[in-house]
């Protein structure tokens, strides 16, 4: 962890500190300090299980729990393809493999110089307009194999 | 001014005489929006004759993105809309009328009686269109009253479960606690469900009152709404939609205010379950746990809770409004009032239908499905997520409500209806599923946690080309042990996609394995 993290980690926990009786939530500091940092480094499992008053395992057991909190910096634009029944009854997997040949990683890998990465999502909610990609916050809907590239282009 | 410059200017910050401007409706829901109806407003932002309203979505959404204005006759509707089509939309020209639409017209809208018409955050539209009626009616009841009326109206929860709903309140009602909750469950987790997220965006105060109702009935004073990470909009709407009832100081529960707060969770499917679901809302790993104690006892923080899904919650203002009587008279026996089908996969017509119970699943496919879409032959049609039965051409004469499917050992669950067509592959299929619950299993239960990923290796091995006869006899058995031995419904339905899909299909396993 750099310098810097650390310090914005010490920032986001700050607001996390539980004031008693509020019990404290680890979730919800995960969540808080992923918003801040974009991914919950393990090295800051520590840190956060003193601010909490529990134990670097319930804190680790948390992390590894949920799929949405994540330990490594994802690149700058984080690509999700939905694989939920919809988009899946819609050839999504179709989709999907045109974003792999496109940018070339395997699911979860950020591409060499940071640009994007790519996650699988089990379902955005969008089925009734699927298949369904999402870039950051974007949802895209009724995507097909030949629009994957000026789906990506706007995102540098 | 002149024209010219009234172009350069947002139309929000102009004062141009109203018979100027044309008033647009056009829906601000994700799905829309995923449609390209946020390309609409930006392409639009800078029109002066225009006043562009954001409203809900009226879930018709293979009309969308759909634009709306208003006539002497009602509003009028223009589909799959694109920039261009602005002058004609303006000049009022091609336009259809939302009545005659026969995917709307059909259906006996009444949790969704306001969408597609109001925008979301209004509250003062909500009160306008018979908002907070139920709410008034039940403050003007005792809470045993309360619990009565859903008696009455014999409302099953809508997340799945189907468990009636008054016994639930009334448990929590009957046991002794300082501190009570009531807890939305919004993660809709199963895939090709969507109606939870429609009601958080479009009608926010729905589930608002809906959960006051139940807070005034068992006499809790906290609530949550466990919205999942991937409903960004639907969390920011809902968190707005407190703000504004607080300000407007509807969230008081008789002399003590009602504290609700929204809790976002992060990608765990298990979570909708509900002890998972309170686990994950302490903060820990969601993981099941054995029942009981039912939440209904002892629930969050080991205090009486009331767990239901949004839509079970956003049925309830009209039920108090109206009477339980009145919820009881719509539907089939065991299945009372409406039900939100949500139609997906490779149907013509995709969107959210709400009717009452008892349509064939054929009639649902064919008279709201509009058939399949263009060039598709119908293979299979799944109901109630990745956990629900595979139907063939065969089956689908089945009505749907609750009895009925667990006579065919099927379920409705959320009601997500999602259609495979000709090109799918069941052994492929069968994987799919079976990885997903390998992926999504909390780990508490052996049958589940090992069961599925034993199960995900068997399939893996059949598509191969690696699997034998015993392959499939083996996946039968371990399907068996997984249903009656598995602690929640992940682990004990897991195997129903799967074991349907091979009864079904039995042509594309054989075909796969070794001679």
Redesign the interface.
């Known amino acids: 962890m750099t310098t810097r993290h650390s310090s914005r980690l010490a920032e986001a926990l700050e607001t996390c500190r539980p004031v008693p009786p509020a019990?404290?939530?680890?979730?919800?500091?995960?969540?808080a300090v992923q918003f801040a940092l974009g991914h919950v480094p393990t090295s800051g499992i520590p840190q956060i299980a003193q601010v909490l008053g529990v134990t670097d395992a319930?804190v680790a057991?948390?992390l590894s729990?949920?799929?949405?909190?994540r330990t490594q910096p994802p690149g700058r634009h984080l690509i999700r393809v939905c694989?939920?029944?919809?988009?899946?009854?819609?050839?999504g997997g179709r989709v999907f493999r045109a974003i792999q040949e496109h940018v070339r990683i395997a699911v979860k890998d950020t591409t060499p110089e940071g640009r994007f990465t790519v996650e699988q999502?089990?379902?955005?909610?969008?089925?009734?307009?699927?298949p369904?990609v999402m870039i950051d916050?974007d949802?895209?809907?009724?995507v097909t194999p030949p629009l994957v590239s000026s789906l990506l282009e706007p995102y540098k | 001014m002149t024209r010219e410059t009234i172009r350069c200017v947002p139309c929000q910050l102009v004062n141009l005489p109203p018979s100027f401007m044309t008033r647009l409706y056009l829906s601000n829901d994700?799905?829309s929006?995923?449609?390209g109806a946020g390309r609409l407003a930006d392409a639009w932002s800078e029109r002066p004759e225009i006043q562009l309203i954001r409203t809900s979505s009226r879930?018709a959404?293979?009309l969308?993105p759909m634009v709306e204005r208003d006539t002497p006759d009602g509003r009028e509707a223009w589909f799959n809309v694109v920039p261009d089509d602005l002058p004609r939309i303006v000049g009022g020209v091609g336009g259809t009328p939302v009545a005659g639409i026969p995917f709307l017209q059909q259906q006996t809208r009444f949790t969704f009686a306001n969408f597609g018409i109001t925008e979301p955050l209004a509250l003062d539209e909500y009160q306008t269109r018979g908002g907070l009626k139920g709410l008034t009616a039940a403050q003007g009841l005792s809470p045993e009253a309360i619990v009565e009326e859903l008696r009455i109206s014999r409302l099953r929860g809508r997340g799945g479960a189907a468990f009636p709903v008054w016994k639930k309140w009334q448990v929590a009602q009957r046991t002794g606690s300082e501190q009570k909750y009531v807890v939305a469950n919004a993660d809709?987790?199963?895939?090709?469900?969507?109606c939870d997220?429609m009601i958080m965006e479009g009608d926010p105060f729905r589930l608002i009152e809906g959960m006051m109702i139940c807070a005034r009935a068992i006499g809790a004073t906290r609530g949550h709404i466990y919205c999942r990470?991937?409903?960004?909009a639907a969390a920011r709407a809902m968190r707005f939609a407190i703000q504004k009832a607080r300000e407007a100081d509807l969230l008081d529960c008789d002399d003590y205010p009602f504290d609700l707060e929204v809790?976002?969770?992060?990608?765990?499917?298990v979570c909708g379950e509900e002890t998972a679901l309170l686990e994950?809302l302490?903060?820990?790993?969601?993981v099941v746990l054995a029942k009981p104690p039912y939440p209904a006892e002892s629930g969050l923080?080991g205090k009486p809770t009331i767990v239901s899904n949004v839509l079970t919650f956003a049925t309830i203002p009209n039920i108090l409004a109206n009477g339980g009587a009145w919820h009881a008279s719509l539907g089939t026996e065991g299945s009372r009032g409406t039900m939100a089908l949500?139609?997906?996969?490779?149907v013509k017509q995709?969107?959210?239908v709400e009717i009452p119970f008892g349509l064939t699943l054929r009639r649902v496919l064919d008279q709201f499905g509009g058939g399949m879409a263009s060039g598709s032959r119908f293979k299979a049609v799944?109901v109630g997520?990745?956990l629900g039965s595979l139907f063939p051409e065969s089956q689908l004469d089945i009505p749907i409500c609750y009895d009925a499917f667990a006579e065919a050992g099927a379920i409705l669950g959320h009601g997500?209806i999602?259609?495979?067509?000709d090109?799918?592959n069941m052994v492929e299929?069968a994987r799919?599923f079976m990885a997903?619950t390998a992926?999504?299993s909390c780990g508490k239960c052996t049958p589940c946690r090992v069961g599925s990923v034993r199960g995900r290796e068997i399939l893996e091995r059949i598509q191969a080309g690696g699997g034998t006869a015993e392959s499939l006899d083996l996946l039968k058995d371990l399907g068996e042990t997984m249903k009656a031995t598995s602690l929640c419904a992940l682990g004990g339905r897991a195997p129903y996609p799967v074991l349907t899909a091979i009864e079904h299909f039995p042509g594309e396993f054989r075909g796969r394995l070794k001679v």
């Open positions: 019990k404290p939530n680890i979730l919800k500091t995960l969540l319930q057991g948390v729990y949920y799929s949405d909190l694989m939920g029944e919809s988009c899946t009854a819609n050839h999502m089990s379902c955005a909610g969008n089925c009734a307009v699927s369904t916050e949802l895209c809907g009724r | 994700t799905s929006r995923a449609a879930g959404f293979f969308e809709e987790g199963d895939a090709g469900t969507y997220r990470y991937e409903y960004p809790v976002t969770g992060a990608g765990s499917y994950s302490e903060g820990r790993r969601g923080y949500q139609l997906g996969g490779r995709p969107g959210l799944q997520g990745p997500g999602v259609v495979y067509d090109e799918t299929l799919h997903f992926d999504e």
